[in-house]
């Protein structure tokens, strides 16, 4: 239980295959009693030298809003929603077929020539309202599909 929520991984590109872009996964799950994690969205970010891949993600599984958020504190979800900064793009949570879901932390694309550190993100720490229940398994990085 916490009200300031920031998980962070740094890997080396020169960990990576160079000339490959590469997509952040945070893998977690939401326990059955999970609380104020869907209260405002929390921000996702990919940062690789001067580039960096901004986003938000409601923590709640895609099955609608929870109760308790529509009839009580609808005014001040509101209220705290007006303070976050919506620029970049909505994520969502993906269920996987191991169980566990995963939210696109953000892309980037390692060239394999310049050693850079790449730093990954989500953070909601603007509300100041009691989370828990978000069990988290680590960042996983993959090669991405372009077509």
Excluded at 47 to 61: A, N, P
Excluded at 97 to 121: A, H, P, R, S
Aim: aromatic share 6%; net charge neutral; charged share 30%.
């Amino acid at each position: 239980m916490v009200c300031w929520l920031e998980i962070k991984g740094k890997i080396n590109t020169r960990m990576l295959s160079p000339r490959t872009t590469y997509g952040a996964y945070l893998i977690v799950n939401l326990a059955g009693r999970a609380f104020g994690l869907d209260s405002l969205p929390s921000e996702v970010s990919v940062k690789v030298g001067d580039h960096e891949s901004k986003g938000i993600v409601y923590l709640r599984r895609n099955n609608g809003k929870q109760e308790l958020e529509m009839v009580i504190m609808r005014h001040r979800v509101e209220t705290l929603r007006s303070r976050v900064d919506r620029g970049g793009q909505e994520h969502v949570l993906c269920e996987r077929d191991d169980g566990w879901l995963e939210i696109e932390l953000g892309e980037f694309y390692c060239d394999g020539v310049n050693d850079k550190q790449v730093t990954m993100c989500l953070r909601e720490i603007k509300g100041e309202h009691l989370k828990g229940g978000l069990i988290v398994e680590g960042i996983e990085l993959r090669p991405k599909l372009i077509y």
